[in-house]
T-cell receptor, first 113, second 113 residues
Framework: GEDVEQSLFLSVREGDSSVINCTYT??????LYWYKQEPGAGLQLLTY???NMDMKQDQRLTVLLNKKDKHLSLRIADTQTGDSAIYFC?????????????WGLGTSLAVNP | NAGVTQTPKFQVLKTGQSMTLQCAQD?????MYWYRQDPGMGLRLIYY???????DKGEVPNGYNVSRLNKREFSLRLESAAPSQTSVYFC????????????FGPGTRLLVL
């Protein structure tokens, strides 16, 4: 079946790089997304990658996709305390005539000063 | 351009009471979604609407009804609230084109006593 898995917690020191990992199972993935949720707020799109890409870079964010292993990662360079949040990986899959997002449970990132 | 708005932000209900959660988007998106978010469960899709005039069940539709009033508005109704419906509810709308990103509202925090 369709599933997206993430580790639940990550703790880093301010200034270090953070790497959040995600694995997915579906073979019909077209887009994979990273969303950020700050405390008490909704989800905010950080970035997405098309499934035929290996890498996407956007300022401090680098997304790596290994389609063979169905593994997605989000690297945040020079992590700041403002990056403390929950990060969700989501996989867009085809479901008959519709498309749907399969969500991971989220990785809580704690940035220590 | 407000994006996705939700009302109310907070609500306390007694078991058996009814209420409607409102959602509106001003981005001219066709597709809209209702999710609930519970600790350890991630995001679960309740209902979605692929276009004005259509609605479909998601993963956890029991105890809920929806109305796609027009292209902008998608409401979620609890006819007889139960404590198990205590949750944070998020509305989202989806863009078309490249990426097909979902944009989220700020959420409604519901407590059912």
């Amino acid at each position: 079946g369709e599933d997206v898995e993430q580790s639940l917690f990550l703790s880093v020191r301010e200034g270090d790089s953070s790497v959040i990992n995600c694995t997915y199972t579906d073979s019909s993935s077209t887009y994979l997304y990273w969303y950020k949720q700050e405390p008490g707020a909704g989800l905010q799109l950080l970035t997405y990658i098309f499934s035929n890409m290996d890498m996407k870079q956007d300022q401090r964010l680098t997304v790596l996709l290994n389609k063979k292993d169905k593994h997605l990662s989000l690297r945040i360079a020079d992590t700041q305390t403002g990056d403390s949040a929950i990060y969700f990986c989501a996989d867009r899959v085809n479901a008959g005539n519709n498309r749907k997002l399969i969500w991971g449970l989220g990785t809580s990132l704690a940035v220590n000063p | 351009n407000a994006g996705v708005t939700q009302t109310p932000k907070f609500q306390v209900l007694k078991t058996g009471q009814s209420m409607t959660l409102q959602c509106a988007q001003d981005m001219n998106h066709n597709s809209m979604y209702w999710y609930r978010q519970d600790p350890g469960m991630g995001l679960r899709l309740i209902y979605y609407s692929a276009s004005e005039g259509t609605t479909d069940k998601g993963e956890v539709p029991n105890g809920y009804n929806v109305s796609r009033l027009n292209k902008r508005e998608f409401s979620l109704r609890l006819e007889s609230a139960a404590p198990s419906q205590t949750s944070v509810y998020f509305c989202a709308s989806r863009s078309g084109g490249v990426g097909e990103t979902q944009y989220f509202g700020p959420g409604t925090r519901l407590l059912v006593l």
